[in-house]
């Protein structure tokens, strides 16, 4: 039976969102979820805390652990990684889930927005798997998964939001680089896309241009890197994946039960 029981899985941004569904997913097999974010107090306009997802998580059948993170500094990551390891006794899987968002042309794009997109998508990216490979190479199978889209020099995803684009293919550079690096310790790097448009709070900073009843819900996305995570990590690595396939994959044929609202037509989501 595949299950990610006793597995630790280290998450960025597991707070809300797409992180947290698949930390509830594997909080059900009884796996161990490290909640690597920054919200500890409730956000005015986003919901949830490290806090309560860690609640959440033990009240779905796993064990958590709540670790306040920037995971754009090198020193809280370092120690967030030790201090996972220490109270688990490792680290199985890591999850780059943490991301900024800024849908802005060049000229409406300010250097500090810049440099947070950079900073969390890619940089945090870099350190959080740099801090995590030391235990991942003595799991018995590790896996990272970022969640980037798959790379692709097509203009038209470069000129509308030019530096979004580069911090989100800077993750996905990572996958390339990581999975070709560690392939011969069996550690598995792939990278994991929304086939449609994920209704999750971030669509708040779209403005009313994506109705959430024409997305799909977290769960599919959850499902998927469950799917995934449960492989061996030889099989499958340096891939950029997308949810509905892998799902597809696996024998899935009903994915009506994955929409906000059945029957809708759906949302293809950003790089697709």
């Given at each position: 039976?595949?299950?990610?029981?006793?597995?630790?899985?280290?998450i960025?941004?597991?707070?809300?969102?797409?992180?947290?569904?698949?930390?509830?997913?594997?909080?059900a097999?009884?796996?161990?979820?490290?909640?690597?974010?920054?919200?500890?107090?409730?956000?005015?306009?986003?919901?949830?805390?490290?806090?309560s997802?860690?609640?959440?998580?033990?009240?779905?059948?796993?064990q958590?652990?709540?670790?306040?993170?920037?995971?754009?500094?090198?020193?809280?990551?370092?120690?967030?990684?030790?201090?996972?390891?220490?109270?688990?006794?490792g680290?199985?899987?890591?999850?780059?889930?943490?991301?900024?968002?800024?849908?802005?042309?060049?000229?409406?794009?300010?250097a500090?927005?810049f440099?947070?997109?950079?900073g969390?998508?890619?940089?945090?990216?870099f350190?959080?798997?740099?801090?995590?490979?030391?235990?991942?190479?003595?799991?018995?199978?590790?896996?990272?998964?970022?969640?980037?889209?798959?790379?692709?020099l097509?203009?038209?995803?470069?000129?509308?939001?030019?530096?979004?684009?580069?911090?989100?293919?800077?993750?996905?550079?990572c996958?390339?680089?990581?999975?070709?690096?560690?392939?011969?310790?069996?550690?598995?790097?792939?990278?994991?896309?929304?086939?449609?448009?994920?209704?999750?709070?971030?669509?708040?900073?779209?403005?009313?241009?994506?109705?959430?009843?024409?997305?799909?819900t977290?769960?599919?996305?959850?499902?998927?890197?469950?799917?995934?995570?449960?492989r061996?990590?030889?099989?499958?690595?340096?891939?950029?994946?997308?949810?509905?396939?892998?799902l597809?994959?696996?024998?899935?044929?009903?994915?009506?039960?994955y929409?906000?609202?059945?029957?809708?037509?759906?949302?293809?989501?950003?790089?697709?």
């Amino acid at each position: 039976m595949r299950s990610l029981k006793g597995k630790t899985l280290f998450i960025t941004g597991a707070s809300r969102g797409i992180g947290k569904a698949i930390a509830l997913r594997a909080a059900a097999d009884g796996a161990n979820i490290v909640i690597a974010a920054k919200t500890t107090e409730p956000h005015a306009s986003l919901p949830g805390t490290i806090y309560s997802a860690a609640e959440e998580i033990r009240a779905a059948g796993g064990q958590a652990l709540a670790l306040q993170v920037d995971i754009r500094e090198p020193d809280q990551v370092a120690q967030a990684a030790q201090a996972a390891a220490a109270h688990f006794g490792g680290i199985d899987i890591l999850i780059n889930n943490a991301s900024a968002i800024n849908l802005t042309g060049t000229l409406d794009t300010p250097a500090k927005r810049f440099d947070l997109m950079m900073g969390v998508n890619m940089r945090g990216t870099f350190l959080t798997s740099q801090a995590c490979l030391p235990f991942l190479k003595q799991a018995e199978n590790p896996h990272i998964l970022m969640m980037s889209p798959p790379i692709t020099l097509e203009p038209r995803w470069f000129g509308p939001h030019l530096a979004y684009t580069m911090s989100k293919f800077g993750m996905s550079m990572c996958v390339l680089g990581l999975a070709e690096e560690w392939k011969e310790k069996g550690i598995a790097v792939n990278a994991l896309w929304p086939k449609t448009v994920i209704a999750t709070a971030a669509l708040a900073m779209l403005g009313d241009a994506v109705k959430t009843e024409y997305c799909r819900t977290t769960d599919i996305v959850a499902e998927a890197a469950w799917s995934l995570l449960t492989r061996p990590s030889r099989l499958t690595t340096g891939q950029f994946l997308l949810d509905e396939d892998i799902l597809r994959e696996e024998g899935e044929t009903d994915f009506e039960k994955y929409a906000v609202k059945a029957g809708n037509p759906l949302l293809p989501d950003l790089f697709l």
